[in-house]
Structure formats: structure tokens, C-alpha cells
């Protein structure tokens, strides 16, 4: 048992404790029983789920990123890359930080639907990960009209 864990559990919080990651990038938790390694590219995709279940979010990604994942997927057949697509995220020893790009459908009060996204990532990443998320930061770069052709298959959006 580490020198760091001993300390730990002498302090009464023996629960997974979160501690600096040996790889930068990655949130590593800590618990008696062993250590968790979080990639970036799993918060990211949690982020990204979550974003896409909030209603009035048609996509997320700007419009070149979108482009390139339409045909990147069109290529590949997978849908790896199209679920952190718009998504960007700092993840530190404890804590995370998301930006995300959101194609917006028109009629949908974007101030509320923020709140709602920021709202929905926040839960995800803490529950999911275990991370505190410092801010959520949104940029909405578009807007999808009523009859507007889709950029992206129907298949890589969640609802």
C-alpha cells in the first residue's frame, strides 16, 4: 500500500480519492482497492452523449467538423469519432472542463437550452467520472432551419 493511500485512509476518507495522474490528460482515481485511469476521449464522448439528449440540439460541431465527420464516417462505417465531434475537454487531476460547438433547431430559446446542456454535462461527467467540472463552455455555431438538408446521417445523432 503507497505512502500517499496509508495517508489517506489515516485521515478517514478512505473513498476513491482522486490524485495527480502520472499521465497528463487522463483523471486517475484512487481507492484502496486500486487506481482509475479516465482517458480524455471517454470524458469527451460522455460529454458529447449527454449534450445530444438535451432537446433542441440538432448537432454538435462547427460546420467544417461536422463535414469531415460526415465523410470520415461515411469512409470508416464507425461512429467513434462522431460522438466526441464538437467537443473539446481539459481533464486535470480532480477536475474537468468541456467546450462544446452546438448546431442549435430554430424556434428553441438558446439561453434555456445552455442551461439545459450545461446542466445535463455537469451531471454526466460528475456521476459517470467522478470529476468535479469546473465550466461548460458553449459556442453556438449555427442553426438548423425547418426543411434544412441534414450534414450529417441520421444514424450518428442521438435523440
Known sequence: MSTQMNQTKAQGTDVAQTRPSAHRGNAELLSEH??????????????GMAARQVNGVYALGAGMSRALGAMREALTGGGGAASTQG??????ERQAAADLDVIVEYGVSIPDLAAGVRRNVIDAV???????????????????????????????RVR
Open 34 to 47: 486500486g487506481r482509475t485511469t479516465i482517458a480524455d476521449n471517454v470524458v469527451a464522448k460522455i460529454a
Open 87 to 92: 467537443v473539446v475537454v481539459e481533464v486535470g
Open 126 to 156: 460528475e456521476n459517470m467520472c467522478g470529476l468535479e467540472v469546473t465550466e461548460v463552455n458553449i459556442t453556438v455555431d449555427d442553426l438548423h432551419l425547418p426543411g434544412e438538408e441534414s450534414a450529417e446521417p441520421q444514424e450518428a
